[in-house]
């Protein structure tokens, strides 16, 4: 399984962006999920698809403010991103894996593949 996310970029405060993950290989049953990385901070969870019940999860901090979807025709899951802060820049990476539960989803070592991350800067 191989992810490939694009759609980093430059954006004002209060814009929006849409980032994508494109998966080759059979992912369609896999728990997708996005993480970012601010510079000098750890990684932390965004918000994940999980395929098998339709759901969708949420870190609090971006709830009702990002939207994940998957696209299973395409194999895509994209994160769009509304109301952006300055506190939002990071390196956004995609996830994906087929042991991910529930209870795990907001873990970077429950996804076994990664892509290489696209950088989204928010100036004020």
């Known amino acids: 399984v191989q992810l490939q996310a694009s759609g980093g970029g430059l954006v004002q405060a209060g814009g929006s962006l849409r980032l994508s993950c494109a998966a080759s290989?059979?992912?369609?049953?896999?728990?997708v999920g996005w993480f970012r990385q601010a510079p000098g901070k750890d990684r932390e969870f965004v918000a994940a698809?999980?395929?098998?019940?339709?759901?969708?999860i949420y870190n609090d901090f971006v709830r009702g403010r990002f939207t994940i979807s998957r696209d299973n025709a395409k194999n895509t899951v994209s994160l769009y991103m509304t109301s952006l802060k300055p506190e939002d820049t990071a390196v956004y990476s995609c996830?994906?894996?087929?042991?991910?539960?529930?209870?795990?989803?907001?873990?970077?070592?429950?996804?076994?593949?990664w892509g290489q991350g696209t950088k989204v800067t928010v100036s004020s």
């Open positions: 290989g059979r992912t369609y049953r896999y728990v």
């Open positions: 996830a994906a894996g087929s042991s991910v539960i529930s209870s795990t989803t907001m873990y970077p070592s429950a996804y076994a593949y």
């Open positions: 698809s999980i395929r098998s019940s339709g759901n969708t």
